[in-house]
C-alpha cells in the first residue's frame, strides 16, 4: 500500500477510536442515512393506506437497521462483514411490495392483513441471501470488479438524483428549484468541502455535521426551517409479528426475484467499503467478508420482517462518509447501531432529524454520493480496460441509466417487470453480469493481466 494510500484514512478498520470521535462519526452516518430508512415505510404506508400505524413501522425501520448494522460490525460468528455497513431499509423492494399490498387489498384485505402478508413473504425471502451466502466463492466468475464496479457507479448515479431532488427542495415542493432551496445546499456542500481540505483531523471528522449545522443555521435565519410539531409516542416496544403471519406465492414470486438481484447490489456496496476501508478486494480474505456481509443481510431482512419493518439492504451512501472522515475503523459500526436502536424505541428523536430542510441534505449528500461513483471507477479500473471491459460498461451504463433514465419503455410488459427492472442498477447490473459471462476475454487481455497477477504474488 502506498504512502498516499496509507494517509487517506485517519483511524483504519480496526483501529481503537476514542469514544467521542467514534461517536461524532456515527453521527454523520446517521444524518446520511436517517432519510433514506425511514422513506420507504412512508411510501408504503401512504399508498396503501397504513397511516395508523406510520410512527410504528418507522420506529422498527430504524431499530431493524441498528441491529443489522450491529451484527455487520461486531461479525458474530462469521455472520457480518466485519466494516461499516449500514443496514438501512431498502428502496429495491418497493415496486414489488406496493403490487403484493394492492393484490391483497382487492381481495378484501385489511391494513392488518396487506401487513401479514408482506412481513410473512419478506420473512421466507430473507433464506435467499443466507442461500447465496454459502456459494459466493463459487460466484466469484459472476462478481469481478468489472461487474461490481459497473454496478457501484450505476448505484451513486441513481443516489446522485435522490441528492439533486433534495437540493432542489424535495419531491413535490412547491418552491423546486428556487435560488434560496440551490443557495442552502451550495452554502452546506461549500462548508463541507472547506472543512475537509483543510489539514486537520477534528475539522475533517466534523465535516458533514458542520456544514449541516450551518445549512441549518442559514435556513433558520431565512425562514426556511420550521418546526412541526412532533408525532407518535415518545417510547416504542416492538412485538414479533403484531401483524401476524401469511403467506402467498403470487407475492412471494416477484419479492423472491428482487432478493436475488439485491445481493448483487450488495456485492458492489461491500467491494465498495473493502476498497475505502484499505481491505483486499480478492483472494480468500476478501470472500470471506463478502461471505459474510451477505448473511448478515440476511440475518438483517429476517430481524426486520419480525419487528414489522421492510427488507433491509446496505446502504451505498455510507460509503461516501467513510471516505469524507478518514475513518474505517468498523467500531463506528457499533455506535452507529446503538444510536439506530435508540432512535427507533424513542420515535422523537428520529422526528426531529426529519427536521433538516432537503436543500441541506441535498448538499451534504451530493459528495457522499459523488464519492461512490468515484469507488466504482477505481474498482473496474483494477485491470486494464481492453475492447471487451470498455463494450460491457458502455452497454450495460447505456441500458441501466437509460431505462432509469425512460422507464416508459417497459410499458408495455407487466407491470412487475417494471417495477424490477425499471431501475438502473438491476436492469444494469444484469446486463453487466450476462454479458461479463457470456463474452469471452480477450487474449491480449489475459496476458496483460497475467503477469501483474505473478508480480502480486512475488
Not at 486537520?200 to 455535521?209: D, G, K, Q, T, Y
Not at 440475518?299 to 467513510?322: E, R
Request: charged share 10%; net charge positive; with cysteine.
Amino acid at each position: 500500500m502506498s504512502e498516499s494510500n496509507e494517509k487517506e484514512l485517519l483511524y483504519g478498520l480496526e483501529a481503537r477510536i476514542a469514544p467521542a470521535t467514534a461517536f461524532f462519526t456515527a453521527v454523520q452516518h446517521l444524518l446520511a442515512s436517517v432519510v433514506g430508512i425511514i422513506t420507504p415505510p412512508l411510501i408504503v404506508g401512504s399508498v396503501l393506506g397504513l397511516n395508523a400505524y406510520l410512527p410504528y413501522l418507522i420506529s422498527m425501520s430504524l431499530l431493524a437497521s441498528g441491529i443489522g448494522t450491529f451484527i455487520q460490525a461486531r461479525r458474530i460468528m462469521g455472520i457480518g462483514a466485519g466494516m461499516i455497513c449500514l443496514q438501512g431499509t431498502s428502496f429495491a423492494f418497493l415496486g414489488v411490495i406496493l403490487s403484493g399490498g394492492f393484490l391483497v387489498k382487492s381481495r378484501g384485505g385489511s391494513p392488518e392483513d396487506i401487513m401479514a402478508m408482506i412481513f410473512g413473504v419478506n420473512f421466507v425471502a430473507a433464506f435467499i441471501p443466507l442461500l447465496i451466502s454459502r456459494f459466493i466463492g463459487q460466484l466469484r466468475r459472476v462478481f469481478t470488479p468489472l461487474v461490481t464496479g459497473t454496478v457501484i457507479v450505476l448505484i451513486g448515479i441513481s443516489l446522485i438524483k435522490v441528492s439533486i431532488t433534495d437540493w432542489g427542495g424535495g419531491n413535490g415542493a412547491a418552491d423546486f428549484g428556487a435560488p434560496a432551496n440551490l443557495g442552502l445546499g451550495a452554502l452546506t456542500l461549500l462548508v463541507i468541502v472547506i472543512l475537509n481540505r483543510i489539514p486537520v483531523r477534528a475539522l475533517r471528522l466534523s465535516a458533514i455535521v458542520v456544514g449541516i449545522a450551518v445549512g441549518c443555521l442559514a435556513a433558520a435565519l431565512t425562514g426556511h426551517l420550521t418546526f412541526k410539531p412532533l408525532q407518535g409516542s415518545w417510547f416504542e416496544l416492538p412485538r414479533l409479528f403484531r401483524f401476524g403471519f401469511h403467506f402467498d406465492w403470487t407475492v412471494f414470486v416477484p419479492i423472491a426475484l428482487v432478493s436475488f438481484i439485491s445481493i448483487l447490489e450488495a456485492v458492489g456496496d461491500l467491494t465498495a467499503n473493502c476498497m475505502l476501508s484499505q481491505q483486499p478486494i480478492e483472494g480468500e480474505a476478501f470472500r470471506k467478508r463478502l461471505k459474510g456481509g451477505i448473511l448478515a443481510d440476511g440475518v438483517s431482512c429476517m430481524i426486520a420482517a419480525m419487528l414489522s419493518s421492510f427488507p433491509n439492504t446496505t446502504f451505498a451512501q455510507n460509503n461516501g462518509v467513510i471516505q469524507m472522515t478518514g475513518v474505517a475503523s468498523r467500531r463506528v459500526g457499533l455506535y452507529i447501531g446503538v444510536l439506530l436502536v435508540v432512535l427507533g424505541l424513542f420515535p422523537a428523536i428520529g422526528g426531529l432529524l426529519q427536521q433538516i430542510p432537503a436543500p441541506v441534505l441535498g448538499g451534504a449528500t451530493l459528495v457522499m454520493f459523488g464519492s461512490v461513483v468515484a469507488a466504482g471507477i477505481r474498482i473496474m479500473t483494477q485491470a486494464p480496460l481492453g475492447r471487451r471491459e470498455m463494450l460491457i460498461i458502455a452497454i450495460s451504463l447505456g441500458i441501466g441509466l437509460g431505462i432509469e433514465a425512460v422507464p416508459e419503455v417497459l410499458k408495455q410488459f407487466p407491470q412487475v417487470v417494471g417495477n424490477i427492472f425499471g431501475h438502473a442498477v438491476t436492469s444494469g447490473g444484469i446486463v453487466a453480469m450476462l454479458l461479463n459471462f457470456l463474452m469471452p476475454m480477450e487474449k491480449t487481455t489475459a496476458m496483460v493481466i497475467e503477469p501483474v497477477k505473478s508480480i502480486k504474488a512475488n
